[in-house]
Structures are given as C-alpha cells and as structure tokens.
C-alpha cells in the first residue's frame, strides 16, 4: 500500500502548462504501476494516462495524447504529469493512482490506492 499525494494544481490560461506532481510514501513504490484520472464536475472520473514501473512504457486517453507526458523517478518516490496545450475541456480535479500489477490500467477499478486530488482549471 502507498500514500498519494498531488500537487501543483491551480488557474492557467488557455494554451498554458502546468506540471502535476504525486508524491508516494510507502514500501516499495517502483513495484507499483502509477495512473493519472481526472473528474470534472458532474461526470465521471476518467483515465487521462498511467506509466508501468519505470515509465518506460506511457499510455495515455485519446484526449490528451500528444499534450500530456507522464513520467516518474523512483528514487524520489514521485511521479509527475506534465501538461501542455491546455484547453477548457481539461478543468477537473486530477487524481493519480498506484497498482499493483504489470501494465497500467485503464479504469479506476483497476487501482488500489489514490491521492486526494489537485484542481487543475483552465479559463478560456
């Protein structure tokens, strides 16, 4: 089990950047699998992007790929999402998640342990 914490949320314009950081406590956080979600009011908790143990291998949603990068340092326990490019439509509170599996899933039933969120907005 880990403990997630996300930072670095907060107001951007339109066509800004933001880096979101998640930091894990917790025994052994390069076994674990690391996802980015994201909820924006009145839907549904979506999958934005996750990185398998070392970040060697990246997924992302359809839309975001090619604005958003996932990467991760083991030794400082922390995994990070940048974001570039941004749109209105990307407003939500964004959430990472950890498992303990392989290849990151997809869904956030797939996930064991989650952060408390950061707000990301974006004005247009």
């Known amino acids: 089990q880990v403990q997630l914490t996300e930072s670095g949320g907060g107001l951007v314009q339109a066509g800004g950047s933001l880096r979101l950081s998640c930091a894990a406590t917790?025994?052994?956080?390069?076994?674990?699998?690391m996802g980015w979600f994201r909820q924006a009011p009145g839907k549904e908790r979506e999958f934005v992007g996750g990185?398998?143990?070392?970040?060697?291998?990246?997924y992302y949603a359809d839309s975001v790929k090619g604005r958003f990068t996932i990467s991760r340092v083991n030794t400082e326990n922390t995994v990070y999402l940048q974001m570039n490019t941004l749109k209105p439509e990307d407003t939500a509170v964004y959430y990472c998640?950890?498992?303990?599996?392989?290849?990151?899933?997809?869904?956030?039933?797939?996930?064991?342990?989650w952060g408390q969120g950061t707000q990301v907005t974006v004005s247009s």
């Open positions: 990185c398998d143990w070392n970040g060697g291998r990246t």
């Open positions: 917790g025994r052994a956080f390069h076994t674990y699998v």
């Open positions: 998640a950890a498992a303990s599996r392989v290849v990151p899933g997809f869904h956030e039933s797939e996930y064991d342990d």
